[in-house]
């Protein structure tokens, strides 16, 4: 009997200590949860904030690199002429890429001239702001499909675009790349039937060194251009066969990250020729055909 008051007395004694606590531990668990739930919301937001401010460098930094790209064409057929770009930046740095590929330009199969050319790009770590891996978007000119070349008079020379490509560095780019263009022009005068073929084309170099470790301006200077000609007397009916051929090979940037439509460009020229001066299926005419490439060396200072 005084063992079971004993045992009653200390389930007792039990429930009290138990009936004491229990508002200690559910105001615990609460304020648990309660912080819990503000460290979280801080979390977000702090992420939250840090990404809208990747995202507006980025979105800044796509527009003054398409302004820079403008710069560049103004400046490459004006020797000693020099045009520069501000940038806002936070985070993301400027760097020229050096050799980033090389066009190949090939007449008749045999005689071939190359050019090397580096890019102006403008970095952002993924840690900052992110649109996903294998990203690409042409932001200049704007076209689903870009091509190295273009036969269209005022298509730009420097395409601009975004990509994001991990395999190749951990940032999301806006990178200003030269392309070719071609253009095509036949006159008559008199009995001289005049064609010309004008390729052209801008090759990208880093000029000196950075001035300062936060470099905020990319400077375009052009140093250079030069021009090299292919001249023939052609007679249309001994000729057999006349090709331009323009490629791309990468260099220090791979296919994947340029994302250009590598089609080589070809240009049938004793068709077109036969096709400009010949009629009713005889062609003894003698045309004056020039090939011309023009190289505009256009140096770019960061600092």
């Known amino acids: 009997m005084r063992g079971e008051i004993i045992s009653a007395m200390q389930r007792n004694h039990w429930k009290i200590i138990f009936k004491g606590l229990s508002p200690i531990v559910s105001l615990a668990i609460l304020t648990f949860f309660i912080l819990g739930g503000i460290f979280a919301a801080y979390y977000f937001t702090v992420n ?99 091509s190295f070349w273009s036969n269209e008079t005022l ?56 001035r300062t470790p936060e470099p905020k301006r990319l400077v375009a200077t052009c140093t250079n251009t030069s021009s090299k000609t292919y001249s023939y007397r052609l007679n249309l009916s001994e000729l057999s066969k006349l090709t331009l051929k323009i490629e791309i090979e990468p260099l220090n940037l791979p296919s994947n990250y340029l ?25 003894g005419s003698i045309v004056e055909l020039e090939i011309i490439f023009y190289v505009a060396k256009v140096e770019v200072r960061v600092f």
């Open 259 to 283: 994302k250009y439509d590598s089609t080589p460009f070809q240009l049938d020229l004793k068709r077109y020729l036969e096709e400009m001066y010949c009629g009713g299926g005889k062609c």
């Open 155 to 210: 298509t730009p020379l420097i395409r601009v675009f975004s990509v994001e490509e991990l395999s190749v560095h951990d940032t999301i780019d806006v990178v200003a790349s030269p392309r070719v263009k071609v253009l095509v022009d036949s006159t008559i005068s008199g009995e001289r039937n005049i064609t010309r073929v004008r390729v052209m084309t801008i090759e990208i170099e880093e000029s000196g060194f950075q």
């Open 48 to 146: 939250m904030a840090f990404f809208e401010e990747g995202e507006k460098e980025f979105k800044m930094a796509e527009k003054s690199m398409v302004n820079f790209a403008m710069n560049i064409e103004d400046v490459a057929w004006n020797i000693g002429s020099s045009k520069s770009t501000d940038f806002f930046r936070r985070h993301g740095y400027m760097w020229i890429q050096g050799n980033a590929y090389k066009f190949r330009f090939t007449v008749n199969e045999s005689s071939t001239t190359e050019i090397s050319t580096g890019v102006a790009v403008f970095s952002l770590p993924v840690r900052k702001y992110t649109r996903g891996d294998n990203y690409n978007e042409n932001l200049y000119p704007v076209s689903r499909v870009i």
